[in-house]
Nanobody, 122 residues
Framework: QVRLVESGGGLVQPGGSLRLSCAASGFTLDNYAIGWFRQAPGKEREGIACISSSNLSIWYEDSVEGRFTISSDSAKNMLYLQMESMKREDSGVYYC?????????????????WGQGTQVTN
């Protein structure tokens, strides 16, 4: 079964850290660009980080640059988002998603496979 499953969300104090995981099954994560998205209460979902296929390049949205780190583990077929120095505005539901182009994409356009999301509350 082809799917993505996020985990690692929870309650964290401002200034704290959290690591989100995204487990891929049924396909090879390395062949896709993978994005992390966040949907804050009452707001539209936004892209916050993206890693290209084979980890060739990485993009961060300005508000998370320097605080969040996206990474992948090919052997485990996993994607991660390490979040540091968290702020109240980081609260929301976090999603991972795949883009078949393999290149960095900063918005939702073209992301086809999505996880169910994991809640982060600051």
């Amino acid at each position: 079964q082809v799917r993505l499953v996020e985990s690692g969300g929870g309650l964290v104090q401002p200034g704290g850290s959290l690591r989100l995981s995204c487990a891929a099954s049924g396909f090879t994560l390395d062949n896709y660009a993978i994005g992390w998205f966040r949907q804050a209460p009452g707001k539209e979902r936004e892209g916050i980080a993206c890693i290209s296929s084979s980890n060739l390049s990485i993009w961060y949205e300005d508000s998370v640059e320097g605080r969040f780190t996206i990474s992948s583990d090919s052997a485990k077929n996993m994607l991660y988002l390490q979040m540091e120095s968290m702020k109240r505005e980081d609260s929301g539901v976090y999603y991972c998603a795949t883009h078949a182009s393999g290149i960095i994409v900063e918005d939702e356009i073209g992301f086809e496979l999505w996880g169910q999301g994991t809640q982060v509350t600051n």
